[in-house]
């Protein structure tokens, strides 16, 4: 059983994720390397897309989600993804357990709630047209008066396998989307029954190598260790002599290439999907980036871990993006976020007269 040095397993980590190179992919097969990209609000995936593909645009991820090959949905956590059709297919029953025991967090707020008729109402109410979750309520609302309208909400989005409706605006969904039921828009079933071994190695070849206990945060499934121990996989053992576990074949490249300076968007799956997150983010910086209200912050790279946050606005006419770093950068580092940067706001602000790249306090 080898070691792999803190470098090493970040290097492994990176190269998968797309974050060593650019890749020359589609979208369909990038989002299924990721195992899926966290999408709480739209714009996310194509800000991660366009920081992992060579040549990317806006209009490839619009397209491929009006041709139903992709799909925004609820799935690990409990919380919204996009996923490409034949994964949310294949893994719904699997993360089944997941969103099902998300019910207990309505704790109070769950009395009088029987879940099967509910789901049953939901679903007859989708088949007619897609609607909002506001329209869901009210309907379901009117129909269970004595129940919580949050829970009546919460159970359709839980246990009913439903997709976001995409229209034709810039990031491909409105800020109050409407929701469809999922075998009816991909004209498909979901897969009958749980495939766990499968949901580990897809797992691993894209964040690993990783332990049994990164597999349930990032999945929400309990109980990994026994799955793991079934499967054909690389154990390797980090600094601290903890098991590491990875697919044979996943890439491991020399801990000494050099990893370019990289612009990730809020909730960005790689920083969601470990227990400890040493290998990208140091501890110390955890707290800036992790927000109390439970949101993820926009950050970059920097030799391939979180050296600073950055948000990006346009004010007339003139894009501007700021780097709040989170330590001294050096002279070279900063012409690569610049020019890095300045990339990014072609893509986010493609109208704007101007463009800057500018540090927080300077």
């Not at 897809?202 to 929400?220: E, K």
């Not at 992790?290 to 949101?295: D, E, G, Q, Y």
Request: proline share 7%; glycine share 6%; charged share 25%.
């Amino acid at each position: 059983m080898s070691t792999m040095s803190a470098r090493a397993i970040n290097r492994a980590t990176l190269a998968r994720q797309m974050l060593l190179e650019r890749a020359d992919v589609s979208v369909v097969e990038a989002v299924g390397r990721l195992g899926g990209m966290q999408g709480q609000e739209p714009k996310h995936p194509y800000v991660g897309l366009w920081t992992r593909l060579n040549g990317f645009t806006d209009e490839q991820l619009s397209t491929t989600v009006q041709d139903r090959k992709l799909v925004r949905a609820t799935l690990y956590r409990g919380t919204l993804h996009l996923l490409t059709r034949d994964d949310y297919l294949r893994f719904r029953a699997t993360l089944g357990p997941v969103l099902e025991g998300g019910l207990r967090v309505l704790g109070d707020r769950a009395e009088g709630l029987e879940p099967a008729k509910v789901i049953a109402a939901a679903r007859e109410l989708l088949a007619k047209e897609p609607l909002t979750f506001t329209e869901v309520r009210d309907a379901l609302v009117e129909q269970f008066p004595e129940v919580n309208e949050r829970a009546l909400g919460f159970c359709t989005r839980m246990m009913v396998p439903l997709v976001m409706f995409p229209t034709d605006t810039r990031w491909g969904y409105p800020a109050n989307a409407r929701f469809t039921p999922a075998e009816e828009w991909l004209d498909a079933k979901l897969h009958p029954s749980a495939v766990p071994a499968e949901l580990v190695l897809r797992y691993l070849a894209a964040f690993g190598p990783a332990t049994p206990a990164d597999f349930q945060t990032w999945s929400g499934l309990p109980k990994a260790k026994p799955v793991f121990d079934n499967l054909d996989l690389k154990v390797f053992t980090d600094e601290n002599g903890k098991a590491l576990y990875d697919v044979p074949d996943a890439p491991r490249p020399d801990p000494d290439i050099e990893a370019p300076v990289r612009f990730l968007p809020e909730f960005d799956n790689l920083l969601l999907a470990y227990v400890k997150r040493e290998r990208i983010i140091a501890d110390e910086h955890r707290p800036a980036v992790f927000t109390k209200n439970l949101r993820i912050k926009s950050t970059y790279l920097v030799d391939g871990v979180v050296a600073g946050l950055w948000t990006a606005e346009k004010k007339r006419g003139v894009a501007t993006l700021t780097l709040t770093p989170f330590g001294r950068t050096l002279k070279k580092t900063s012409t690569a976020l610049e020019r890095e940067g300045t990339s990014l706001l072609g893509f986010l602000e493609p109208d704007a007269k101007s463009y800057e790249v500018v540090t927080a306090g300077q």
